[in-house]
């Protein structure tokens, strides 16, 4: 192949393939069981891919409207209506993305300019810091202070400035399965208060939430709803990551910027799926399910567990489980993941990589969106180290 005879300066120089690229290329050579990666190995509905085929048939193949099919913002609005008591307005305020990963780099873009300070929480999902440093912006970490990786607010407000545009929240959190409280939602509310700044909400595991705690959501905070864009993800919801089928929802005035920046970057979004999930969202069971469905699994994945060295992590959301090996080894948590791989046939994600400094508290995140059989045998595997 010919090389390009110019000279250019990477954007992104440090930048390298992400830890989920890495673990799961492992255990895919050699072989290994992978809770790597986020994705479930068991069939997602045949209803719902019945639906998809059913619109394809009926010739809704092609561009769907820029902020999305009009019956599945409907749909979306009633959701967020009946779970929050908060209402969007799904013409002005609601927009469908190619998943969730694509509405926040576009919510960063549309508000995050050069010098821009973006405060973000540690271990911080690995998408959001590299956003903010395209867009121009300067990323400040919080760091969740263990245990249970829990926000200083007091740490936060020092981190406020006059630059600060915007504050990134998860919830439930990825890659530790926190979960924010009440109390947490009405500091941040009392923190940007009589401020410009925006904050922008992941949610996309809203639904996978266990031990009978509420989502809170930002929309259920007049304070915090009239500046913030809420994203979602019904790849996560429904099984489907390879769908990338995700949503935003903002007051009329952000939404206007989002979609700014949205028609330039995708556009439209996938048109069958979108109608299909429309329809299915009609049966809210189909989501309220899903809190008694992941908190089995993560019970049964924890029971297999209780006989090993590894100390367990509370996780009261997410389909991820943390486990402090501390008591097996020294190494450092991507050597020893990288091991586990290697030698065991287990495939783990380290938590350093979600720190800015490297830093490693001795902790591995496994998926356990998992059929039985596959967590019975990686419990097998980990009871033995």
Known sequence: MMIFPGTFK????????????????????????????????????????????????????????????????????????????????????????????????????????????????????????????????????????????????????????????????????????????EEDMRQLEKLVKKTDIIVLSDEVYEHLIFDGIQHQSVCRYPELLKRSLAVGSFGKTFHATGWKIGYVMAPENLMNEFRKVHQWIVFAVNTPIQLAIAEYLNDENHYKSLPAFYQQKRDFFLELLKTSRFKIIPSHGTYFQCFDYSQISDEADLAFAKRLTTDFGIASIPLSPFFKDGSHEKILRFCFAKKEETLIKAAEILCKI
């Open 10 to 181: 990477s954007k992104q120089p440090h930048t390298e393939d992400s830890i989920f690229a890495i673990m799961s290329k492992l255990a895919n050579q050699h072989g290994a069981i992978n809770l790597s990666q986020g994705f479930p190995d068991f069939d997602i509905s045949e209803e719902i891919i019945d639906l998809v085929n059913f619109y394809m048939k009926q010739g809704n193949n092609q561009y769907a409207p820029m902020a999305g099919i009009p019956e599945l913002r409907k749909a979306i609005s009633r959701k967020v209506e009946q779970d929050h008591n908060a209402f969007y307005d799904p013409e002005k305020e609601i927009t469908i993305t190619a998943g969730a990963t694509q509405a926040l780099f576009t919510a960063i873009t549309a508000f995050v300019r050069d010098n821009d300070e973006v405060i973000i929480f540690e271990p911080a999902y690995d998408s959001y810091a590299p956003a903010v440093k395209l867009n121009g912006g300067t990323i400040k970490h919080a760091r969740m202070e263990m245990p249970g990786f829990k926000i200083n607010w007091q740490q936060v407000t020092k981190l406020i400035s006059s630059n600060t545009r915007m504050i990134i929240i998860n919830t439930p959190h990825n890659p530790t399965g926190a979960v924010l409280a």
